[in-house]
């Protein structure tokens, strides 16, 4: 199992390495000809990427261009600020503290975890 998640972790990295050298994008066939993959698992990685974050999807006809997102990760930006935050889900739990909340009230973050 472990030999196939590093073997994941490699391909997905393969993905990101070839998209920041194309900043304009590229389409599941580009990235499968270019990396000499299957359609599918490029397709498969890809999405990865995309719930993830690291990577953005644009239609441009009826081609998919993935680049890599500019977007920050909400859990990085709760610990660039200087503030004590605390994220609380629908239902009033704890869903994510930052390290300076954590600092603040002395709490661990395992502790906090959906209370």
């Known amino acids: 199992m472990s030999r196939q998640i590093e073997e994941s972790k490699r391909e997905l990295s393969r993905v990101m390495e070839l998209l920041k050298d194309e900043p ?27 719930i993830s974050g690291h990577v953005d999807m644009r239609s441009i006809g009826v081609a998919k261009v993935y680049f890599l997102s500019h977007r920050v990760p909400i859990s990085a930006m709760l610990d660039f600020s200087s ?25 661990e973050r ?4 959906g209370k």
């Not at 304009?24 to 995309?50: A, C, E, F, P």
């Not at 395992?110 to 975890?113: G, T």
Request: negative net charge; aromatic residues 8%.
């Open 24 to 50: 304009r994008g590229l389409s599941i066939t580009d990235i499968s000809r270019l990396l000499n993959m299957n359609r599918n698992s490029v397709s498969k990685y890809l999405n990865m990427l995309l």
């Open 83 to 107: 503030d004590a935050i605390v994220v609380l889900g629908g239902d009033q739990r704890i869903v994510q503290a930052n390290d300076n909340f954590l600092a603040f009230t002395g709490y």
């Open 110 to 113: 395992e502790e906090l975890a």
